[in-house]
DNA sequence: TAGATTTTGCAACTATGTTGCCTTTTCATA
DNA sequence: TATGAAAAGGCAACATAGTTGCAAAATCTA
């Protein structure tokens, strides 16, 4: 990556911190960085193993459980049970998330990936119940790994 | 319960047991049992706390596991990442689910419910992309909470 | 009912997540 | 650009969740 680019990425990344009312802290930035340089979602374990070097388990924890809160990042349930965490859209902001896309997670290469451009479907559902949030993972195999 | 009912439900109990190659131990009979006077679904934690006293905690992680292997309960993926287990059909069978319906986690009562009748919708995957599963988990009011 | 097979309990361990408290860093303002 | 309040991070200790190997107990087959 050329030295603007670098620069521009930094640039970003503070911007959208400040932008949610979070100062600016080196465990902050690095794992931004991690999920602006990646296409999919990331597990808890493999932040930790990225960034888990420099900064304490618990940091990752807090840091994480942040993004959340700010509207940065949302989690995406998987059958597994292993929470992972991918970028918001710029409509997610702090308190609320506006992310009606689904996600799906590959059997074979474990990459999970928000499908963006796919929106939620609207389930009818029987008489009594109130929908406020519908949640879609799709399992299957994914374009890279055909 | 009269001593008939009691009576029935441990001869029912026995045969799903039997039908799915299982021996009929006392910790099987028992978490069947939690499962079979039970509307909606079980956390791992209410098991345990249910049959807990009488039976390790690694049994009753092998028994959930088991059951979930011969298709005599399946697995719900929720937000919170607390897994949740419920009953299958008749239709699951060993190694094989065949569940296609979608699940309701109540945001009041936290009660989850699989909703047999609503199956889950076919979704338009971008190209390249090829579904084997879909898991679909709505949050809302269930019908007790309104 | 005996013996092979399966299941259980126990102990020890790893992984995951949380909390309190003190130190360090950040940021606004002087 | 120096200063201090406020926020964030690191550390230690703890709590909960899940796994594994092995010997004892229960189940099933014949
Ligand atoms: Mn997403
Ligand atoms: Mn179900
Ligand atoms: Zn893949
Ligand atoms: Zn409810």
Do not use: W
């Not at 949030?133 to 195999?141: K, L, N, R």
């Amino acid at each position: 990556m050329s030295k603007q680019a670098t620069q521009d990425m930094e640039t970003r990344i503070a911007s959208l911190l400040k932008r949610s009312d979070l100062s600016v802290t080196e465990s902050r930035r690095k794992i931004l960085h991690l999920f602006l340089e990646q296409t999919g979602a990331l597990a808890h374990g493999d932040i930790e193993r990225k960034a888990g070097e420099k900064f304490d388990r618990v940091t990752v924890y807090r840091t994480l459980q942040t993004f959340v809160e700010k509207g940065i990042i949302h989690t995406i349930p998987t059958a597994d049970n292993s929470i992972r965490y991918a970028l918001c859209k710029d409509e997610c902001s702090g308190g609320h998330h506006h992310d009606h896309h689904i996600h799906f997670v590959c059997s074979q290469c474990d990459n999970t990936y928000c499908l963006d451009d796919v929106v939620t479907p609207d389930i009818k559902l029987p008489k009594g119940y109130q929908a406020e949030h519908v949640e879609v993972v799709v399992e299957g195999v994914c374009k890279n790994c055909r």
